[in-house]
């Protein structure tokens, strides 16, 4: 059972461009809403996460918007830059301890 | 800091046969987790550790043993190795339980 449904599976956009990845869960329990960026032959790194008591956060060109009543959230990357070509997970946890990552999305940003 | 440290980088096995993934932290975090990531299938747990001499299982435990005698390392083992677990595994620390995560480079294993 996928708790965590996260689409496009790819997405090309072009440079200055907005890049729009969504991200759907199931439990409601869960408290913490990250977002990680994966470069090839690298670990993910988190880029910025938000929890279910804001509706948006912002962090420089890239945004969170969270939706509690609908159970979705999604990033937002403005002005798409090549160098944002990545893949890219949401991901969501909750005190239980367990961390459930979406199938993620492929990110390519055209020059 | 070297952060978290993945050893090896890359490796092959033989169906049957078993090895240990090394992961090492020197940030003295509390959590550490194992993952795998395979294609279309994003990360998914294999075992997590709260503190040394606590572990528990993840979403996909089956075919792993683990251990956490240290605060430093997170050995994941694999007692008989098949086809399927041929992924890339991710070890993981955090010091706020698994919130904020930090990854170390990953293993890549393929098992013929």
């Known amino acids: 059972q996928q708790q965590v449904k996260q689409s496009p599976q790819s997405l090309i956009v072009q440079k200055g461009g907005i890049s729009i990845i969504n991200c759907a869960y199931e439990?409601?329990?869960?408290?913490?809403f990250p977002w990680y960026q994966q470069f090839p032959g690298k670990g993910p790194a988190l880029l910025i996460a938000i929890r279910p008591d804001v509706s948006e956060k912002k962090e420089g060109r890239f945004t969170i918007s969270f939706n509690k009543s609908a159970k979705q959230f999604s990033l937002h990357i403005m002005d798409s830059q090549p160098g944002d070509s990545a893949t890219y997970f949401c991901a969501a946890t909750s005190n239980t301890g367990k961390l459930i990552f979406g199938q993620g999305t492929t990110l390519q940003v055209k020059p | 800091n070297a952060g978290v440290t993945q050893t090896p980088k890359f490796q092959v096995l033989k169906t049957g046969q078993s090895m240990t993934l090394q992961c090492a932290q020197d940030?003295?975090?509390?959590?550490m987790s194992w993952y795998r990531q395979d294609p279309g299938m994003g990360l998914r747990l294999i075992h997590y550790s709260v503190g040394a001499g606590i572990t528990d299982q993840g979403e996909v435990p089956n075919g792993y043993n683990v251990s956490r005698s240290t605060t430093e390392d997170f050995p994941l083992r694999l007692l008989s190795a098949a086809p399927s677990q041929t992924s890339v595994y991710f070890c993981?620390?955090?010091?706020?339980?698994?919130?904020?995560?930090?990854f170390g480079p990953g293993t890549r294993l393929t098992v013929t």
């Open positions: 940030m003295n975090h509390e959590y």
């Open positions: 993981a620390s955090s010091n706020q339980g698994l919130y904020e995560q930090y």
């Open positions: 439990n409601t329990a869960f408290d913490y």
